[in-house]
């Protein structure tokens, strides 16, 4: 296969469809970026010219889903940015075990006090590290949940409802819960761990485009919207952020990522004291 040969005009094209469909701004200096992304889905498609590439590319919806994900860096590991998620725990078990002090407005406690099953969105899942991460220290904590995972990609939503991962992505998971909510791989799966079903079973994960999907009407305890928003400019950020705050309870609580803000933004979170990236509604 040739070099890849893309003019100022297909770039700005392919960029500005990227961000219509996604929210991902690329910017003038990512051509060469592009260009490898282009070259590595024209060999997936068999497809060997650049331009009959990109016309097969604008008229074909998941083929923009599949090179929006080559795009993006799927980063991911289990207990990653792990603090963010102690803190929403911790505030979670105080409200779980607050019977009868009015704080049914956060997470449906019913009129004798007892609180109903905690609902949590993690908006832009990937391969499933963070939902699961979340899952095995609700259950550490006894506490009753679901968790509604999604992502753009189907690929990336594949891995997640597989369960399966390399050893180098748990690293970070205490010893004792690495054996509690793992299975070891023997033989060809040497090297790989499987979530075990007590976990998978209270996550489910689903397609969603941050940027063009309806917001589930349900209203969510927590919504984590983490190290996606960094792909974004303001503009869609602001919208994105402004649209997920219709998808929480009042008091729920809204995380991001460590290298993402909301500053310089319109919304109406509040900060909360010392929990950078955790904001309330």
């Known amino acids: ?116 099953s905690f609902k949590l969105w993690c908006a832009a899942c990937s391969t499933g590290d963070e939902p699961y991460s979340v899952a095995i220290q609700l259950l550490e904590r006894g506490l009753d949940f679901n968790i509604l995972a999604t992502d753009i990609s189907h690929s990336v939503l594949n891995v997640a409802i597989k369960g399966i991962y390399s050893s180098e992505r748990v690293k970070n998971v205490p010893v004792p819960l690495l054996h509690r909510y793992f299975q070891k791989g023997n033989g060809k799966q040497s090297g790989f761990v499987r979530v075990k079903k007590t976990v998978m079973e209270h996550v489910a994960f689903k397609k969603f485009n941050l940027v063009t999907d309806a917001v589930p009407q349900e209203q969510y305890d927590v919504v984590l919207c983490r190290n996606v928003m960094i792909y974004f400019d303001n503009a869609t950020t602001e919208n994105v952020i402004n649209r997920l705050y219709h998808a929480l309870k009042p008091g729920g609580l809204f995380i991001i990522g460590q290298a993402e803000s909301l500053m310089n933004m319109k919304h109406n979170f509040k900060s909360l004291k010392n929990t950078p990236s955790t904001f309330q509604k």
Request: hydrophobic content about 35%; proline content about 0%.
């Open 1 to 116: 296969m040739s070099a890849i040969d893309i003019s100022n005009k297909q770039f700005k094209t392919l960029a500005n469809l990227i961000y219509s469909e996604s929210g991902i701004h690329i910017h003038d200096g990512k051509m060469e970026l592009l260009k490898s992304k282009i070259a590595k889905r024209m060999r997936a498609t068999r497809i060997s010219s650049c331009s009959s590439y990109l016309e097969y590319l604008i008229d074909n919806k998941d083929e923009i889903i599949e090179f929006i994900d080559t795009v993006t860096t799927n980063h991911s590991f289990f207990f990653r940015e792990n603090r963010s998620i102690e803190n929403m725990i911790r505030f979670l078990t105080d409200r779980g075990s607050m019977t009868g002090k009015g704080n049914a407005s956060f997470h449906g406690a019913v009129g004798n006090g007892v609180a109903s």
